[in-house]
């Protein structure tokens, strides 16, 4: 099974850049990356990104807390592009589960991606809330669970096995921590992975031998040491 790479970056050159890339599907945002991209204004700031990327889905986050807000927000950003998706937290910051509004937004046809997740438990209740017609990804942030010391992959295996019923259901590797997560995604049957620029461009640079991998770490070092003028 073939796996999809969306970009996560919300910085404007940086999408013009990885859009030109065939091996770049969609990109994912959220509000923390449009912060650190210079985001002043959530709306003119998105629009720019989809003028600048008109085709390929892309993944906005609301950033309401309360769930007639979220709606509402959801209702909102859908309205920017046919490429959008909704992205919309597994919980609110109170911890409680955000159903409703993945429910509703999914009933008005609104293409999701629900983020956050991290358990098929997770999982199970989101596909409880929605149709097998519009589209929805489930992101899970295999990598943040792989920081705290668990292993991820238990999750995502049975997510995947229960998303198998839904058609428009995609299962999303998030939290990318190195290239070889591509591999695992791929490996597991995840639809996508998204993943940062600089390590999109780590992948891109796959099949080489562990040969030319000694000689490369070699000669990095010698050069180091040259340009730094080291004796003994």
């Known amino acids: 099974m073939s796996i999809k790479i969306f970009c996560d970056i ?20 959220n509000p923390s990356l449009m912060r650190k991209a210079g985001a002043k204004d959530y709306k003119s700031y998105s629009k720019q990104i989809l003028k600048v990327c008109p085709n390929k889905p892309i993944s906005f986050e609301v950033f309401a807390d309360k769930e007639r807000t979220m709606i509402d927000q959801g209702i909102e950003i859908n309205s920017w592009g046919k490429n959008v998706y909704v992205k919309v937290p597994i919980v609110n910051s109170k911890n409680q589960f955000t159903g409703k509004v993945i429910n509703e937004l999914n009933r008005k046809n609104i293409k999701l991606n629900v983020t956050a997740v991290y358990t098929a438990k997770q999982t199970k209740k989101i596909l409880s809330k929605i149709n097998k017609t519009t589209k929805v990804i489930i992101s899970i942030f295999a990598g943040r669970a792989g920081d705290t010391g668990k292993d991820p992959i238990p999750e995502l295996i049975k997510s995947i096995k229960m998303a198998k019923k839904y ?3 995609e299962i999303l590797w998030a939290s990318v921590r190195e290239p070889y997560n591509y591999i695992q995604a791929k490996q597991l049957g995840c639809h996508i992975i998204t993943i940062p620029p600089s390590i999109i461009d780590k992948i891109q640079n796959f099949g080489k031998s562990f040969d030319q991998l000694t000689v490369e770490t070699v000669k990095a070092f010698l050069i180091d040491s040259r340009k730094s003028k080291f004796r003994i």
């Open 167 to 169: 058609k428009n259901v």
């Open 10 to 29: 919300a910085d404007l050159s940086l999408i013009k850049n990885f859009k030109k890339k065939k091996i770049v599907k969609g990109f994912t945002t």
